[in-house]
């Protein structure tokens, strides 16, 4: 249910609303190296997840833990079969944390006509962390039998996004699907 290290290297590890505060004194848009420190640095615990933890058999959730004008930290809850649209995040930043499942995330580059041409798809299990930059395109997916939750940080955060289409050069800007 949650990602917790070896008893010995949680004593340096900062709880979620202590590794928040540290972004928030940046008081700044996040570079790779410091999302990347940031999980980490990080302690997880079930209790500070647990009121985020919302599903919806209609879609994956994305529940706010925390916005500002520098960033946003959001939960994903994912039930088996649920994926996102194929996307980038148009100008910001995102880090994944794989919390709990396995999450499948599918790469696509963009052709001259816009369409979205499939990549790798590659399986992370729970601890895997991955960082997309602002252009980068792909899917992520729950493709097991099992939930998925994964916390993504995003700077700046995501406003907008482009999506596309597999099928052709449908590719448009939009808001991020509904948040909680």
Request: hydrophobic share 40%; aromatic share 6%.
């Amino acid at each position: 249910m949650s990602i917790l290290p070896p008893p010995e290297a949680a004593a340096g590890l900062l709880p979620l609303d202590a590794a928040i505060g540290e972004l928030i004194a940046l008081q700044s848009a996040l570079g790779r190296q410091q999302i990347l420190d940031f999980y980490r640095s990080l302690r997880l615990e079930p209790e500070a997840l647990a009121r985020h933890r919302r599903f919806d058999p209609a879609s994956y959730c994305r529940n706010r833990i925390f916005a500002n004008d520098c960033f946003e930290l959001l939960l994903l809850c994912w039930l088996p079969g649920q994926q996102s649209r194929i996307h980038n995040h148009h100008g910001s930043r995102c880090g994944v944390l794989v919390v709990e499942g396995i999450a499948s995330e599918t790469v696509f580059t963009a052709a001259p006509d816009g369409a979205a041409l499939p990549g790798i798809t590659r399986r992370l299990a729970a601890g895997s962390l991955a960082v997309n930059e602002h252009q980068d395109i792909h899917r992520i997916s729950n493709a097991h039998e099992r939930n998925l939750v994964t916390l993504h940080l995003y700077s700046p955060p995501l406003l907008k996004m482009e999506t596309f289409s597999a099928a052709g050069p449908a590719r448009e800007r939009r808001e991020p699907d509904r948040q909680i």
